[in-house]
């Protein structure tokens, strides 16, 4: 009996989980990505926004994959208080697998590095802060 209770309690929480991933699946392709993005040909949005956090990452990263929801958490929590249009902050990511050009550019050898852009200009020094979407938008 306790197996059957527990059971059926599993099914329920992977079908309300499954029901979760397809509404963010779906607001996703209705709403776009919380977090872009960045490649060598999207470079310039860092000089369209006044703030930039840049999460440099490596999928095969396991800190990199724990970071992605937070990041991805934070952004939408910060689009509340900064919408896209108002041009203020905006939260990207770059693949340094894949944009192995950028990572050299901006010296990155670890994962993740989340660097911060100030009007298109680096700051010198790289976030070190904590990693929570509140500590973020601080």
């Given at each position: 009996?306790?197996?059957?209770?527990?059971?059926?309690?599993?099914?329920?929480?992977?079908?309300m989980n499954r029901i979760v991933i397809l509404l963010f699946l779906t607001l996703s392709s209705v709403f776009g990505e919380p977090v872009l993005d960045l490649k060598a040909f999207n470079e310039?949005?860092?000089?369209?926004?006044?703030?930039?956090?840049?999460?440099?990452?490596?999928?095969?990263?396991?800190?990199?994959?724990?970071?992605?929801?937070?990041?991805?958490?934070?952004?939408?929590?910060?689009?509340?208080?900064?919408?896209?249009?108002?041009?203020?902050?905006?939260?990207?990511?770059?693949?340094?697998?894949?944009?192995?050009?950028?990572?050299?550019?901006?010296?990155?050898?670890?994962?993740?590095?989340?660097?911060?852009?100030?009007?298109?200009?680096?700051?010198?020094?790289?976030?070190?802060?904590?990693?929570?979407?509140?500590?973020?938008?601080?």
């Amino acid at each position: 009996d306790l197996v059957f209770r527990y059971n059926s309690s599993l099914r329920k929480y992977y079908r309300m989980n499954r029901i979760v991933i397809l509404l963010f699946l779906t607001l996703s392709s209705v709403f776009g990505e919380p977090v872009l993005d960045l490649k060598a040909f999207n470079e310039k949005k860092l000089q369209e926004y006044e703030v930039v956090l840049v999460n440099f990452y490596a999928d095969w990263c396991r800190f990199s994959r724990q970071l992605h929801p937070i990041f991805e958490n934070t952004a939408i929590l910060l689009e509340e208080s900064y919408p896209a249009e108002s041009k203020k902050v905006l939260l990207a990511r770059i693949d340094c697998e894949d944009q192995q050009q950028l990572a050299q550019k901006y010296h990155i050898s670890k994962y993740p590095t989340i660097k911060i852009f100030h009007n298109g200009s680096i700051l010198k020094r790289e976030y070190r802060g904590n990693r929570s979407p509140q500590d973020f938008k601080k």
